[in-house]
């Protein structure tokens, strides 16, 4: 998941600007006079954290998220599906300085394939492969960081997306369409594969499976009724019938492969376990014991299929997909599952630190606590590697060279 830089005690950091200036032992590294002194001494400070995958909504209330973010310690954010004008306003009143607030790289809307109903804003549908170039275009040139793909595209319009994302030099991310193999998003230039495909799709595990046609034939049809009209796609995708299935199949020549794949195409990963866990709980009132006994399965594989994934290679992200909870941010928490699930707490802090910036290509800049990068740090009171819910525990927040106070609020500044 990253080189790991082991510890280093007794250390004394400049921030000059929004620059880290010069970093030294404590002993021999005097702080410029008139310098803001924090006292770090028994304390631990880390690169400030991102979140990538949020959705901030609107401009009023992504505005009002802002100190909570980073009052939390979350000094960037990608927003994966927010209503596009108003998110790209966001996204240029914190790069201006109009507003403090983490830094963005934005979608605009999930792009899906034709619904029966209408969608919100954040969801644009597109009809055909025609539609979809000209919304990628047009997203394009609107200023979009990168085109966000969702779960319902029929394969040709999710392979329209990818060619004219290609031509246009715009990456683009998501889930993996029910009419997609994993194996085919990957070698399409997808850049991210979010909650191992989708919540209910669940097309990396399926693309695992001895019977990956059949299943991912389920899924379609599941999809397809409900889409004419039938019953929800949960009844099938949650059931008990389908998620054994998924597991039972698992077939570790068929993962390790397409391990590989992700690892040499830089497909990154970003599982929102705590996203899973309450899209879960969320169907539970509708869920025999015997689809609850099935999912505890699940969760069994979805921790297995990470180790493996680090294993091999593969890149990891923390991201969320879940709103601030009485102004709590949940990244907190995804880090703690994400070292429940096995992984080791350095490269989960790193999935939220070096991590976002050598997939967003900023890690000349941005990421780690060196010389001459963006001073974005997160001093805390408890050492993270011992327990990595002290990421909590936060002493003080260090936004591009200014220290947030905690009742910081993202007014002018």
């Known amino acids: 998941m990253g080189q790991v830089c082991p510890p ?156 004219e994302s290609r031509r246009l030099g715009i990456p683009f991310a998501g889930h993996v369409s029910a009419f997609v193999s994993a194996g085919e998003a990957s070698h399409a230039g997808q850049r991210s594969i979010e909650h191992f495909g989708s919540a209910g799709f669940q097309a990396v595990l399926i693309a695992f499976s001895s019977e990956e046609a059949a299943l991912s034939q389920v899924a379609q049809d599941a999809l397809m009724s409900a889409m004419t009209g039938g019953l929800s796609p949960d009844a099938t995708l949650f059931g008990a019938d389908f998620t054994t299935r998924l597991v039972n199949t698992y077939d570790a020549r068929k993962a390790a492969a397409l391990f590989s794949t992700f690892a040499r195409n830089g497909t990154w990963q970003v599982p929102t376990l705590i996203a899973l866990h309450q899209v879960w709980d969320s169907k539970r009132g509708g869920l025999s014991q015997r689809d609850i006994q099935s999912e505890d399965r699940l969760w069994a594989k979805y921790a297995e299929v990470l180790g493996a994934m680090r294993k091999a290679g593969v890149k990891i992200m923390a991201g969320t997909d879940v709103p601030l909870r009485s102004g709590v941010a949940p990244l907190h928490e995804e880090l703690v599952l994400l070292v429940k699930a096995g992984i080791p707490p350095m490269e989960v802090l790193q999935s939220a630190t070096r991590n976002p910036a050598e997939f967003l290509g900023t890690l000349r800049t941005e990421g780690t606590v060196e010389v001459g990068k963006v001073g974005d740090l997160v001093l805390l009171d408890a050492n993270p590697l011992v327990d990595i819910a002290n990421t909590r525990r936060i002493s003080a927040v260090i936004r591009s060279g200014m220290l947030i106070e905690p009742d910081t609020s993202p007014q002018a500044r």
Do not use: C, W
């Not at 990538?52 to 990608?78: C, E, N, P, W």
């Not at 927010?82 to 809307?109: C, D, F, W, Y």
């Open 8 to 163: 280093k005690v007794d250390i004394t950091v400049v921030v000059v600007g929004n620059r880290i200036g010069s970093i030294g032992r404590s002993s021999k590294l005097r702080a410029p006079v008139g310098a803001q002194v924090l006292d770090g001494a028994g304390k631990f400070l880390v690169p400030g954290l991102r979140d990538m995958h949020v959705h901030l909504g609107g401009y009023d209330s992504g505005k009002k998220t802002f100190g909570q973010l980073l009052a939390s310690g979350i000094v960037g954010v990608r927003d994966m599906a927010s209503p596009v004008e108003e998110i790209l306003r966001l996204r240029t009143e914190t790069r201006n300085g109009t507003l403090l607030g983490p830094a963005m790289v934005v979608a605009g809307p999930i792009l899906q394939g034709p619904l029966p109903f209408t969608v919100p804003a954040l969801v644009r549908s597109v009809a055909d492969g025609a539609e979809a170039r000209r919304t990628v275009d047009n997203l394009k040139a609107q200023g979009v960081d990168f085109i966000k793909v969702g779960d319902t595209l029929p394969h040709d319009v999710y392979f329209a997306i990818a060619d």
